[in-house]
């Protein structure tokens, strides 16, 4: 299967702790990477591989797997978190890196 | 640093083609592995295909066989998407991206700033 769930939308107090889940049989070979998209932007890197931030990511944002899901956390959410979030990985058979997640809006109350 | 600088917003009638210009500078497109990624209004990220560094071809996802051609000008560093027979549906922002890879993952490092193409008759 080449298919990725995400739930639609999420919501955290501010200063608060968010997991966001992504589901899919290609995580249980392949890692997933993470993307924040703000409204009229185009996403940025948030996490990649077993649990790495692209230099500038704040180390509030971590990645964990476990089986079939993988999960990126936000610890001490902050108001510029507001967003929306993609997880990404490689097809089931990693013949390319075009699966992407159906996207979680996560709003910071 | 990667720039990826693309081409600007299109108006497009049904039937019609497209293409969309990255213009690379920071690197040369012959150290990147290559991609697009479109999205539609309020929707999703879908990609569309790119370069697969381990057999050295374009692969293009099932959905756009035939109707997209993948590009790269190595003198310019600039790569192109054209999309053909456009049609309403393919209203949407269409990203060129970068991606590494590293153990059993790949990412998409570096983002064009998105190229607004609607369909209207």
């Known amino acids: 299967s080449s298919e990725l769930t995400q739930d639609p939308a999420v919501s955290v107090a501010l200063g608060q702790t968010v997991r966001i889940t992504c589901q899919g049989d290609?995580?249980?070979?392949?890692?997933a990477s993470w993307y924040q998209q703000k409204p009229g932007q185009a996403p940025v890197l948030v996490i990649y591989g077993k649990n790495n931030r692209p230099s500038g990511i704040p180390d509030r944002f971590s990645g964990s797997s476990s089986g079939n899901t993988a999960s990126l956390t936000i610890t001490g959410a902050q108001a510029e978190d507001e967003a929306d979030y993609y997880c990404n990985s490689r097809d089931s058979s990693g013949n390319h890196p075009g699966v992407f997640g159906t996207g979680t809006k996560v709003t910071v109350l | 640093q990667v720039q990826l600088v693309q081409s600007g917003a299109e108006v497009k009638k049904p039937g019609a083609s497209v293409k969309v210009s990255c213009k690379v500078s920071g690197y040369t497109l012959t150290e990147l592995s290559m991609h697009w990624v479109r999205q539609a209004p309020g929707k999703g990220l879908e990609w569309m295909g790119g370069?697969?560094?381990?057999?050295?071809?374009?692969i293009y996802a099932q959905k756009f066989q035939g109707r997209v051609t993948m590009t790269e000008d190595t003198s310019t560093d600039t790569a192109y998407m054209e999309l053909s027979s456009l049609r309403s549906e393919d209203t949407a922002v269409y990203y060129c991206a970068t991606t590494e890879e590293g153990y059993s993952s790949s990412w998409y490092v570096n983002w064009g700033q998105g190229t607004l193409v609607t369909v209207s008759s």
């Open positions: 370069f697969d560094p381990e057999d050295g071809e374009t």
């Open positions: 290609s995580l249980r070979s392949y890692y």
